[in-house]
């Protein structure tokens, strides 16, 4: 189907995209709920995407994550955008445990 995202999927189950056949009959509009004890994974399983979301990877405990980020000294959340994306090389780089929008995580 070549979707992309949960906002995708929700526009294609209500006939919102175009170049898309209609959704069948037999396939739920929300996989999440009616698989969720019967095998789902997640949104990217079931798009087929590969992406990985914010839900869908192991973070450190908030308390770590929080006593990290506020030995950095930032400031401002512009800072944290600069940070997290590596423009700030004297901080050094994010680490992998420490989600990019902690507020969608914890």
């Not at 992309?4 to 056949?21: A, I, L, T």
């Not at 929080?66 to 680490?95: I, M, N």
Request: charged share 30%.
């Amino acid at each position: 189907m070549e979707l992309k995202n949960y906002r995708q999927w929700r526009s294609y189950c209500k006939g919102g995209v175009e170049d898309k056949p209609t959704k069948p009959s037999d396939i739920p509009s929300s996989p999440d709920q009616k698989y969720r004890d019967n095998g789902w994974i997640s949104w990217s399983d079931w798009l087929g995407t590969g992406r990985l979301g914010p839900h869908d990877s192991v973070w450190c405990l908030f308390q770590t994550a929080r006593e990290f980020v506020r030995s950095l000294g930032l400031t401002s959340e512009a800072e944290w955008r600069k940070y997290r994306k590596g423009d700030l090389p004297d901080k050094g780089l994010k680490p992998d445990d420490i989600p990019n929008t902690p507020a969608k995580v914890y």
